[in-house]
């Protein structure tokens, strides 16, 4: 994400509910300086909601996007397999012979 983004999520996470304007300085310079003590629960219904605005803009692939995936990374696998297995069975007969 741009920091053009996180500075547009923070000004929206820090305006209130009628858009009148930013909360508080105290509060936005709180959130950017030091956590909030205790307030790991108080701060949790605003980090599912920034963790649903944020699933909102995730562009989810489709079924042929998720095939491709899938076949780049099963022929990935099979490839780093035969590497490994050649190399295992060179090195392998290399300590035969030193053995």
């Known amino acids: 994400m741009a920091a ?3 500075d547009n999520e923070r000004a929206r996470l820090t305006t209130s509910p009628a858009g009148a304007g930013p909360v508080g300085a105290a509060a936005a310079e ?3 300086s030091a956590p909030v003590k205790g307030g790991g629960i108080r701060r ?3 980090f599912l909601k920034a963790s649903w605005a944020e699933l909102q803009r995730v562009r989810w692939p489709d079924r042929t996007q ?4 899938t076949g780049v990374v099963i022929v990935f696998v099979l490839l780093a397999g035969a590497f490994l297995g050649g190399v295992d069975a060179v090195a392998s007969q290399l300590v ?3 053995i």
Do not use: I, K, T, Y
């Open 4 to 6: 053009e983004d996180h």
């Open 66 to 69: 998720v095939a491709q995936g």
């Open 44 to 46: 949790f219904p605003g």
């Open 96 to 98: 035969d012979l030193v």
């Open 30 to 32: 709180r959130s950017d």
